[in-house]
Each structure stands twice: as structure tokens, then as C-alpha cells.
């Protein structure tokens, strides 16, 4: 079946600059790539997501990248804040054969002042 | 956010006891899933459902049951509980496939 690779799983960087999680998958067939930002205590919610026939998506300072021949993806935090600080995960599945998500292990992203 | 609820939000229990936890959407969508997470290994998939009475196995299933009686019900129930299943459950609805995924608010689960 599918598996996500998540790295890092934690991640320091100064408040303003950018930060960047990568994510690899092992299921060529993935084609549905979405992201889950959750803070302390509360419900993983969806940031961005991207299908496989889209390299890039943007979003206001968050941007998601795919390159389907090596399998991996990541996520772009732009100017980052101190509100961005929480745990990141990626995720794949197979539109089409399954409905099942698989997640990786997640990112803690701290956000220094 | 989507019209999801947990129940119990808590709950402490002794090892060897059933537990049950409901997922309740006004939603009306077809798929419905189980996900316990645990520190260091995110959120893991334990079963889900793609309709009424139409259920599959997730990664970690070994020592749960679900059942979908209604759309917008799904219940995971714990046979005999044991000290490793004590974790977070999330549950989580999606309206088709290629479709993000919304979670619940969570259930904490201590089994001691």
C-alpha cells in the first residue's frame, strides 16, 4: 500500500523567514496531495491542496510543489509568523482506486521571535 | 467547519472493557474514516467507510470493529479494550474522492 515519508519532524526558523517540509510517496498512482496544519489540542484543518496534474499551487504565503517523477512534494511557508507555529502533515491517496489518505508523520514547526 | 461530532470527548476506561465511539455528521457525505494518533507516528488510518453498511480496513484495524448503520453515523468500537489503544481518535468526512477530508474534534481515549 501507499506510504508517506515526512521530513523534518521538527523544524526551527526566525520569525520572517521561510520555511519548507518535503514529503515523499510510493504509489506512482497518488494523485490527490493535500496538507493539515494542527495546533496544540485541535482538529488537524486543511491548508492547501494540489492534484497531480498541477505542478504548483499557491495561496497568500503558503504554496505546495509536485514533481510526480520523483515522487515527492512539499510545502512552502513564506515570511512565516508566530501563528504559524503548529504540526504539519502531508498526505496522498489514489483518486480513483481507493478512498483511503495516508498520512505522514508530521512536522512541528516553531516559529522563533 | 463542517458538521461533525465526537462522543464521548473523554473517556477513561479499565483494559478489558468494550468501549464505542460515535462520529455524527450532518453533512450527508459519503465517506467517513477512524484515525488514532499517537506521538511520533501521526495520524494513522483504522478503518473508514465509503457508504451505509460499506466498510474497509485502514493500517492499524487489528482490535477495532466499525459499523455505518445511517449516513450520518459511524460508530468504532473497541471489543476489549488494551493499554495500546489508548490514544487521540479523530474522525474525519469527505464528500467524493479527490475531496479534502474535514475532522471532528477529537476523542481522547485512557484505558488503564
Known amino acids: 500500500g501507499e506510504n508517506v515519508e515526512q521530513h523534518p519532524s521538527t523544524l526551527s526558523v526566525q520569525e520572517g523567514d521561510s520555511a519548507v517540509i518535503k514529503c515523499t510517496y510510493s504509489?506512482?498512482?497518488?494523485?490527490?496531495f493535500p496538507w493539515y496544519k494542527q495546533e496544540l489540542g485541535k482538529r488537524p484543518q486543511l491548508i492547501i491542496d494540489?492534484?497531480?496534474?498541477?505542478g504548483e499551487k499557491k495561496d497568500q504565503r503558503i504554496a505546495v510543489t509536485l514533481n510526480k517523477t520523483a515522487k515527492h512534494f512539499s510545502l512552502h511557508i513564506t515570511e512565516t509568523q508566530p501563528e504559524d507555529s503548529a504540526v504539519y502533515f502531508c498526505a496522498a491517496s489514489i483518486v480513483g482506486r481507493d478512498d483511503k489518505i495516508i498520512f505522514g508523520k508530521g512536522t512541528r514547526l516553531h516559529i522563533l521571535p | 467547519d463542517a458538521g461533525i461530532t465526537q462522543s464521548p470527548r473523554h473517556k477513561v476506561t479499565e483494559t478489558g472493557t468494550p468501549v464505542t465511539l460515535r462520529c455524527h455528521q450532518t453533512e450527508n457525505h459519503r465517506y467517513m474514516y477512524w484515525y488514532r494518533q499517537d506521538p511520533g507516528h501521526g495520524l494513522r488510518l483504522i478503518h473508514y467507510s465509503y457508504g451505509v453498511k460499506d466498510t474497509d480496513k485502514g493500517e492499524v484495524s487489528d482490535g477495532y470493529s466499525v459499523s455505518r448503520s445511517k449516513t450520518e453515523d459511524f460508530l468504532l468500537t473497541l471489543e476489549s479494550a488494551t493499554s495500546s489503544q489508548t490514544s487521540v481518535y479523530f474522525c474525519?468526512?469527505?464528500?467524493?474522492?479527490?475531496?479534502?477530508?474535514?475532522f471532528g474534534d477529537g476523542t481522547r481515549l485512557s484505558i488503564l
Open positions: 504509489d506512482s498512482a497518488s494523485n490527490y
Open positions: 494540489i492534484r497531480s496534474n498541477v
Open positions: 474525519a468526512i469527505r464528500q467524493g474522492q479527490g475531496q479534502p477530508q474535514h
